[in-house]
T-cell receptor, first 114, second 117 residues
Framework: AQTVTQSQPEMSVQEAETVTLSCTYD???????LFWYKQPPSRQMILVIR??????QNATENRFSVNFQKAAKSFSLKISDSQLGDAAMYFC???????????FGKGTHLIIQP | DAGVIQSPRHEVTEMGQEVTLRCKPI?????LFWYRQTMMRGLELLIY????????DSGMPEDRFSAKMPNASFSTLKIQPSEPRDSAVYFC???????????????FGSGTQLSVL
């Protein structure tokens, strides 16, 4: 069984500043993948970034980067130069190598203050 | 490709009625997943299919819920009879297991907002 914990129900940041969203997970899989999804009010699930557990290098996508600490089972998301369009629910998720579906955290509501 | 297509986008029904949610996965995808999203429980995996065969339905909450995938391009999630506590957003997602190297392993539909009165 896999579990994902997001300890911050809500985060607020000033526009143009940097914010970090926390995520810890647990899995018995040796081969797995980690994801951050963004869900704006339109409720569309948008993949922000993904990380293969076997890669030591942290994934980066433009203003979004992760801090992957495999031993600690931690997978935080850093958003640099926050923009108003970043306001959304953010979900951390883990998937085992066997494509058995994503296990999601409860989400963090990110508010961007203008 | 049009992406994963779900219908209807919104469904309002009365308690006791049968509800059928529909999903068309992306062509060529061999996995299909049904998720339910509520404020209390977040996103929960209900069931998933591989090559049209149900693999794991342990997330289906009750016998009132059933899902089928008669062919590679269509799946349904049925609730009969529906209850107010079934009110949620239901997502369908599809993917290909061999796409580990690409940036998107699962593609989500826009979801169906179900309200049972």
């Amino acid at each position: 069984a896999q579990t994902v914990t997001q300890s911050q129900p809500e985060m607020s940041v000033q526009e143009a500043e940097t914010v970090t969203l926390s995520c810890t997970y647990d899995t018995s899989e040796s081969d797995y993948y980690l994801f951050w999804y963004k869900q704006p009010p339109s409720r569309q699930m948008i993949l922000v970034i993904r990380q293969e557990a076997y890669k030591q290098q942290n994934a980066t996508e433009n203003r979004f980067s992760v801090n992957f600490q495999k031993a600690a089972k931690s997978f935080s998301l850093k958003i640099s130069d926050s923009q108003l369009g970043d306001a959304a629910m953010y979900f951390c998720a883990v998937m085992g190598g066997g494509a058995d579906g994503l296990t999601f955290g409860k989400g963090t509501h990110l508010i961007i203050q203008p | 490709d049009a992406g994963v297509i779900q219908s209807p986008r919104h469904e309002v029904t009365e308690m006791g009625q049968e509800v059928t949610l529909r999903c068309k996965p992306i062509s060529g995808h061999d996995y299909l997943f049904w998720y339910r999203q509520t404020m209390m429980r977040g996103l929960e995996l209900l069931i998933y299919f591989n090559n049209n065969v149900p693999i794991d339905d342990s997330g289906m909450p009750e016998d009132r819920f059933s899902a089928k995938m008669p062919n590679a391009s269509f799946s349904t999630l049925k609730i009969q009879p529906s209850e107010p506590r079934d009110s949620a957003v239901y997502f369908c997602a599809s993917g290909r297991e061999d796409k580990f190297t690409t940036n998107e392993k699962l593609f989500f539909g826009s979801g169906t907002q179900l309200s049972v009165l």
